[in-house]
């Protein structure tokens, strides 16, 4: 018998390869890979870098996944793991909810990309803290008051866009900025042309950087941007919300944001009569939008708009849930909905969650400009006010045009609007007709 390391005929045998075992093999090779596509640098863009030079607000406006989310997690995750441990970071969004849910543990948030120096989130005191003390904490938009108190070296704020009280947010947060030799904001936001927003952009101290969604196309699904181009393409929504440009009121709208701007209230004081007004989804697609609008009229007889309460993707029982549902909370008077599209089943829908709704039902038998022309005087002579902002609706108010929204999509919430202020303040007067139920 041959000894071992030789072969039956005496040769010796050949030198064996010694190998790792495979799964060792597909680990290094996993952690590779892993530890590469974490590598900020390698995958950042120049736009996503901060910029060189002395600034206090670096403005990063873009389009829809055009990567300005990523761009501030890393930018606070390389603050929080530099050479000064303990900052004080302020972390703003228009809400609480979006705070976490995108700024934190979003895909692009600051826990999914910090894969060293990890923060712990402790959510019942709102903050993050990093190892070396550094701690983040969020605020929204929707409680300016908030911010007044607390100090900080830099902030992170995340759509300045949309936020709710965006200037006396943007204030307070200014003041709470006192902490270090440099304190410093990052603002990621789709650009919107609000006045704190455009007051920014032309203060000396911000550098603006614009980036486009097709910037990011390696990151963004198969087709995405095929399908936006070829329904946006060239709007102005998808100028502003793919391309990050700064699209002011159209000269052939009926409403503008200064105008709308210089009508806002904090406090409505007590009300009267009060409305929910509702503009059914002509269909049931993930892009409908059933519009619904709380209005109510002070002691004076000024309209007052309180709520955009509008609903997307909803089926008829989850839109006719939400009318119920600010009906309820607003203590309102009557219901006002649109039936050219539904018919008696608009009635029915709401009827049937609730049979002693008071609803009336009006039909539009004039175009969506006839309609909207009378309103949009009332706004000029002072008799409507908002009580807070509603970008959703202000932006189709400004977009407002003879021919429609510049997108080519309905414009629901307007709608709902005109036919909350019609019946409010125009019943009787001519178009458009208000029927009982």
Partial sequence: MAEDGADSGGSPAPERLVRPPSFAIRTAERAFLLHYRRDWRRLCRAEQIPPDGDWRVWLLMGGRGSGK??????????????????????????????????????????????????????????????????????????DPESLRGPQFDYAWCDE????????????????????????????????????????????????????????????????????????????????????????????????SRSAIEALKLRDAGPLGRIVVAVDPPSGGSRDSCCGIIVAGLDRTGRG???????????????WAGAVVKAYRRYDADRIVAEVNQGGDMVQAVLKGIDAGLPVTAVRASRGKWLRAEPVAALYEQGRVVHAGS????????????????SSGRSPDRLDALVWALTALMLEGGGEPRVRGI
């Fill in 304 to 318: 007052v708009v309180l709520a955009d309460c509008s609903v997307e993707g909803a089926s008829p029982a989850g």
């Fill in 160 to 255: 300045l866009g949309k936020w709710k009280h965006g200037q006396e947010t943007w204030d307070m947060l200014q003041f709470a900025l006192r902490l270090g030799s440099d304190p410093r904001a990052l603002v990621t936001t789709t650009p919107r042309p609000v006045p704190v927003l455009k007051a920014l952009m032309a203060d000396p101290g911000t550098v603006t950087q614009r980036i486009r969604t097709s910037d990011n196309a390696a990151n963004l699904a198969p087709g995405f941007l095929d399908a936006m181009a070829g329904r946006y393409g060239g709007t102005r929504l998808g100028r502003q919300e793919l391309d990050g440009e700064m699209i002011e009121d159209r000269d052939d709208a009926l409403w």
């Fill in 390 to 405: 509603f970008p959703a609706l202000e932006d189709q108010m400004c977009d407002f045009g003879p021919d429609g929204l």
């Fill in 69 to 142: 989310t990523r761009a501030g997690a890393e930018w606070v995750q390389q603050l929080a793991g530099g050479a000064r441990p303990g900052l004080r970071i302020a972390l703003v969004a228009e809400t609480l909810g979006d705070a976490r849910e995108v700024m934190i543990d979003g895909v692009s948030g600051i826990c999914r990309i910090a894969w060293k120096n990890r923060p712990e989130f402790e959510a019942s005191r709102r903050r993050l803290v990093w190892p070396n003390g550094t701690v983040a904490q969020i605020f929204s938009s929707e």
